[in-house]
């Protein structure tokens, strides 16, 4: 098949690389037979029907062809899947939205699948999750991201237990993926001028069922080497590398949609590696319309959506601004026709020096329309971390709501949970809003739940025993490469902890007392084993000491069959876990995990989660789901929480978990730990989905953005035009307004309360007088002050009345800008107190 071009194909063999490029057949498992078909061993080895496809001697494919049955299932499996891509979805009822809008989607990663690796984790497997379930919903989303050379790490250890970074190379042919071409037939070539020199982007695209991901990658032999090499590596390299990066997925990504006629009405930034789409498009409004780079920011605004990923300011992207400067010189003057002053005021904190790191997060809120984080925790969090961007503004009120994020379901069910779930709640059961799905599994016998549980995770120890050897030798134990690995029980509590190694994840938390998780793991009459894997980035070394602290562990002669340690934790390996665990174990550091989503995954599965009350945890965790360490208070940082929480932890398992696992009834079912499994699973499944997630952004932020900047596009963006005067305005007028004499009189129960107010040269139309007060937990009062007429010299005297339960001095009187148009403070933060 190497070989094979298109124009040699017949149709049956066009169909079926068709069917093999669309990567569909990840979660849909429809074509599964036709796969193993043609090449069982590759098939079951590795699950990638690319790879399959590009194995089979064509000789075998035409002979399979000539036989009435092949061509047969062949011909339903086409038309099955064209049914499923034409076949009227979700969104076809949720958008009367005409002509249709387009959502573009850019990330600096998307997980699939381990056949395109160009993820890392977490990030990844959002953006990888949401485009799925965007398809399975019809949501017109296209996807844009980077093609790594090298994609992440893989992980290997030296045989003294060090983790080595491995970087095999994707080869684009050998992925699922087709270069794009113009109307001729050629291969696109995206120009890319940012700086003096012209340098060339390659792209591609994979089909994932409805929706699209096209890929840039800057490895055009016509390119100099350093260009060459920007998208080697994810997550490699210094800083430069990281900016390079970061402009070619944002402005050679819009560029991109543009060269190919696309015209998308959102933009969503999963993170803010790709703010500098913004400017791009920017660029392209400046374009069409003749109009300034302010007045085309305020266009995109509206439709931009910028979502958070991290806790920690660190976990930003900074960079030098003489490197910005560098880089960004020429495109402002040239493309953008500004000074590069204003980009990088867009990156800083207002009044900031000019020498302060150019902040991705912040360039990415100010050329965002509505800003969203990924729990409700995390909404918390980020307030705080973006409050600097509102001076004088309260917490509560900085411009971030929060959209928990979900995983697809589909992608990480197992077969035996496909089996049961499709019985409770028939096949379709995920393209829709989800609302009946729980009621068949409430009904599931225990008897019914309790054998898939024991199918998957028999399948798991199935794996460990016979599979993972190929793939990479074990670390730890006494059984090096070659020999056999450890035989684990297909009958005992298997727990599961897997995620990156990195610090505030506390990897190490179960290792706090290893003498105390070793009795847990080596008792005789109430069995239980631990399944650990994650890697630590090859620049981290105190993550790789942390795996150094667990394979030490693992190799004590006693735990022998009781702990692993599984080599290069990627998405084959989560599956793998999640699918067969009976216990997902997570210890972050609360409140640093954002939302985490590996947890996530097991619930479809009927496994149960012992977690730090952090990120989803601190939604979804309770008493009849699972089991939340600690009592939820803030306990502080350092060596004592973590010795209280490891305890906590211990203690759960020792008292109630471990138990609770092994008290079985008379048919040897644990009663009591089903009736869990089963209320997890109907509870929080589908809470906890990418379906939810992704039909949540689309009526909350795609839709209503999409509208927004529609209207601010008409008749040549007069609209934006209007604000933007009305924003200038109130720049140029704001620090005149002053507040005079305030008065407040009791009227029955009511306060009648009113203040003088001075606007200068600010029309009242532009802006709102309040009352506010805050409350101690949940939002603010906030109460419309209207003027009397007739005020002179610019003065009015605005009044409101509020309850006279709390102390008029509770309420202070404010101005803030006001347009029916604007979000307000994400678009215009001035504020004016009394006091
Ligand atoms: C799900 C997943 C992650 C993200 O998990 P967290 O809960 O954020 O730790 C990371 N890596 C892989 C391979 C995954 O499958």
Request: aromatic share 8%.
């Amino acid at each position: 098949m190497g070989d094979m071009t298109p124009s040699c194909n017949t149709d049956d063999e066009q169909a079926v690389t068709d069917l093999a490029l669309d990567l569909h057949w990840t979660w849909n498992h429809a074509t599964d037979r036709l796969w193993r078909q043609l090449a069982p061993d590759i098939w079951d080895h590795t699950h990638n029907a690319w790879t399959v496809l590009l194995n089979t001697p064509r000789s075998h494919l035409r002979s399979l062809l000539a036989t009435p049955d092949f061509r047969d299932m062949l011909a339903q499996l086409v038309q099955a899947h064209a049914d499923s891509q034409k076949k009227p979805s979700w969104f076809t009822q949720a958008s009367t939205m005409t002509p249709s809008p387009t959502i573009a989607y850019f990330s600096m990663e998307y997980m699939l699948d381990e056949a395109l690796p160009i993820y890392s984790g977490g990030l990844g497997n959002v953006a990888g999750d949401q485009l799925k379930a965007a398809s399975d919903l019809g949501v017109p989303v296209v996807a844009v991201g980077l093609l790594y050379a090298q994609g992440y790490f893989r992980q290997g250890f030296s045989p003294t237990g060090q983790q080595e970074a491995l970087y095999p190379i994707n080869d684009p042919a050998q992925l699922p993926l087709t270069p794009v071409c113009d109307g001729n037939g050629d291969r696109l070539r995206v120009p890319f001028r940012i700086a003096t020199g012209q340098v060339w982007l390659r792209a591609w695209r994979a089909r994932v069922g409805r929706t699209a991901l096209y890929l840039l990658d800057t490895n055009d032999p016509d390119n100099p080497p350093d260009i060459r090499c920007i998208t080697t590596q994810l997550y490699g390299g210094d800083d430069t590398l990281r900016l390079r990066q970061e402009l070619v997925l944002g402005i050679g990504g819009w560029r991109l949609l543009r060269v190919m006629g696309l015209r998308p009405d959102v933009c969503h930034l999963n993170e803010g590696h790709a703010a500098f789409a913004a400017l791009e498009r920017a660029c392209g409004l400046m374009e069409d319309l003749g109009i300034s780079f302010a007045h085309a920011l305020t266009i995109a605004r509206a439709g931009t959506i910028f979502t958070t990923h991290t806790a920690v300011p660190a976990g930003f992207d900074r960079f030098a601004p003489e490197l910005v400067r560098r880089h960004l010189d020429f495109y402002a003057r040239h493309d953008l026709r500004t000074d590069i002053a204003e980009i990088l005021a867009l990156g800083h904190d207002e009044g900031a020096s000019p020498d302060t790191p150019f902040n991705m997060a912040w360039l990415a809120l100010r050329v965002s329309g509505a800003v969203n984080a990924v729990s409700r925790l995390h909404e918390q969090v980020s307030r705080s971390l973006f409050n600097p961007l509102f001076p004088r503004w309260p917490q509560v009120q900085v411009p971030v709501s929060h959209v928990t994020n979900g995983v697809h379901v589909p992608t990480w069910d197992s077969a035996a949970a496909d089996a049961l779930w499709t019985s409770a709640a028939g096949k379709d059961r995920w393209l829709g809003t989800l609302e009946d799905v729980e009621h068949g599994i409430r009904a599931m016998p225990a008897h019914d739940l309790w054998h898939s549980r024991m199918q998957a995770r028999a399948a798991l120890v199935g794996f460990i025993a016979n599979q993972h050897g190929a793939r990479s030798c074990f670390a730890g134990g006494q059984h090096d490469c070659g020999m056999p690995p450890p035989q684990f029980d297909p009958a005992a509590l298997t727990i599961g902890f897997a995620r990156r190694f990195a610090a505030y994840k506390r990897p190490d938390l179960l290792l706090h007392d290893p003498g105390r998780l070793a009795r847990i793991l080596t008792s005789t009459d109430r069995p239980v084993q631990l399944v650990i894997a994650g890697k630590a980035h090859p620049r981290d070394m105190a993550g790789q000491a942390l795996i150094a602290r667990w394979m030490d562990f693992i190799r004590r002669p006693d735990l022998h069959g009781r702990a692993i340690f599984l080599v290069d934790y990627d998405m084959s390996i989560a599956r793998r876990l999640v699918e067969g665990v009976d216990l997902w174990v997570n210890t972050p550091l609360r409140p640093w995990e954002a939302c985490g989503t590996s947890g996530m995954k097991v619930l479809v599965n009927g496994g149960l989660n012992v977690s730090e009350p952090d990120g989803w945890w601190a939604e979804a965790g309770a008493p009849d789901v699972g089991w939340v360490i600690g009592d939820g208070a803030d306990h502080g940082e350092g060596p004592a929480r973590d010795a209280y929480d490891a305890d906590c932890l211990y203690t759960l398992l020792e008292n109630e978990i471990v138990p609770l696992f092994h008290q079985r009834d008379g048919a040897g079912i644990p009663q009591g730990w089903v009736a869990m499994m089963r209320e997890s699973m109907a509870r929080l499944t589908t809470r906890f989905s990418a379906n939810r997630a992704v039909r949540d952004y689309t009526r909350r932020f795609y839709l209503p953005a999409a509208a927004a900047c529609r209207a601010r596009l008409a008749d040549g963006g007069v609209k934006a035009a209007e604000l933007g005067r009305w924003r200038q305005a109130l720049a140029a007028g704001w620090h005149e307004i002053r507040f005079g004499a305030l008065r407040a009189t009791r009227v029955a129960d009511r306060w009648r309360i009113s203040v003088d107010v001075y606007l200068g040269a600010i029309a009242p139309d532009m802006v709102q007088v309040q009352l506010y007060a805050d409350v101690t937990a949940g939002p603010p009062v906030i109460v419309l002050m209207t003027p009397a007429a007739g005020g002179a010299d610019g003065q009015l005297t605005y009044s409101a009345e509020v309850d006279a339960a709390r102390r008029a001095a509770d309420y202070t009187p404010r101005v803030v800008g006001f347009h029916p148009d604007a979000a307000i403070p994400l678009e215009a933060a001035f504020i004016t107190w009394q006091k």
